[in-house]
């Protein structure tokens, strides 16, 4: 999908944009845990993708 100006969604794949309902979830779903986990997730690790996931690794 080509960006546009109207796209907000974030451009860095490394980081997890949490204001974005779609990128807020794709992590939950990739691993199946529920999307509510996501947010206490980067709240404890920051937005960096690979952080919140390993977080969610062990919070399953």
Do not use: C, F, I
């Not at 974030?10 to 980081?15: E, F, I, L, M, V």
């Not at 947010?39 to 920051?46: F, Y």
């Not at 919140?52 to 919070?59: A, F, I, R, S, T």
């Amino acid at each position: 999908m080509k960006d546009t100006a109207s796209d907000t969604r974030n451009p860095d794949p490394h980081r997890v944009n949490v204001t974005d309902d779609e990128e807020r979830t794709e992590p939950g779903d990739g691993m199946g845990v529920a999307h509510d986990l996501v947010q206490p997730a980067v709240d404890d690790v920051g937005t960096s993708a690979r952080r919140v996931e390993e977080w969610l690794q062990q919070h399953r």
